[in-house]
T-cell receptor
Framework: DSGVTQTPKHLITATGQRVTLRCSPRSGDLSVYWYQQSLDQGLQFLIQYYNGEERAKGNILERFSAQQFPDLHSELNLSSLELGDSALYFC?????????????FGEGSRLTVL | GEDVEQSLFLSVREGDSSVINCTYTDSSSTYLYWYKQEPGAGLQLLTYIFSNMDMKQDQRLTVLLNKKDKHLSLRIADTQTGDSAIYFCAESRGSYIPTFGRGTSLIVHP
């Protein structure tokens, strides 16, 4: 158990809809990262938050947004969903914004868009 | 091409050594990592190596880094069925945000 909790574990929705994925980092970790894992793209970095502020942005679509709340949990919002958004979305956390790169991953939220 | 490349599959017999290879493109990589993903679970860091090192050993795991060829390898000695998983190579630069390869599925058969 990494200590990172993600909900929901599975989500099935339709094209055009909006969903929110939730992540609780390990106790004490200030940084949260979101990654998307799909068969065709592999594991892609989406966005990082550190102590409530956006720290780095990767290949995140404009239809996606994220935030980190004062209690350090984070949410990833996916809107106007397309079939290609079906993927496993991972949240990870680390102790501080800059470190050796050791990330602690949750078990992921599997999104299926029909 | 992709920033981090690795072969997709490796099959070995139980008790043999496994060697998983990875190449990366950025010579400014600071850290290089091996993560393991078991079925239904998130990624877990196995080991990492700083870019000024050539080798790191940790029990059954040996990491070799060839900076000139931008090649990283992970050797697992005495591979067990419990080692069956997907192994991800990753690198990071100044931001310390890992960029991952697509993962190598290691299949260990009796």
């Amino acid at each position: 158990d990494s200590g990172v909790t993600q909900t929901p574990k599975h989500l099935i929705t339709a094209t055009g809809q909006r969903v929110t994925l939730r992540c609780s980092p390990r106790s004490g970790d200030l940084s949260v990262y979101w990654y998307q894992q799909s068969l065709d793209q592999g594991l892609q970095f989406l966005i990082q938050y550190y102590n409530g502020e956006e720290r780095a942005k990767g290949n995140i679509l404009e239809r996606f947004s994220a935030q980190q709340f004062p209690d350090l949990h984070s949410e990833l919002n996916l809107s106007s969903l397309e079939l290609g958004d079906s993927a496993l979305y991972f949240c990870a956390s680390s102790v501080e914004g800059r470190n050796t790169g050791e990330l602690f991953f949750g078990e992921g939220s599997r999104l299926t868009v029909l | 091409g992709e920033d981090v490349e690795q072969s997709l599959f490796l099959s070995v017999r139980e008790g043999d050594s496994s060697v998983i290879n990875c190449t990366y493109t950025d010579s400014s990589s600071t850290y290089l990592y091996w993560y393991k993903q078991e079925p239904g679970a998130g990624l877990q860091l196995l080991t990492y190596i700083f870019s000024n090192m050539d080798m790191k050993q940790d029990q059954r795991l040996t990491v070799l880094l060839n900076k000139k060829d931008k090649h990283l390898s992970l050797r697992i000695a005495d591979t067990q069925t419990g080692d069956s998983a997907i192994y991800f190579c990753a690198e990071s630069r100044g931001s310390y945000i890992p960029t991952f390869g697509r993962g190598t599925s290691l299949i260990v058969h009796p």
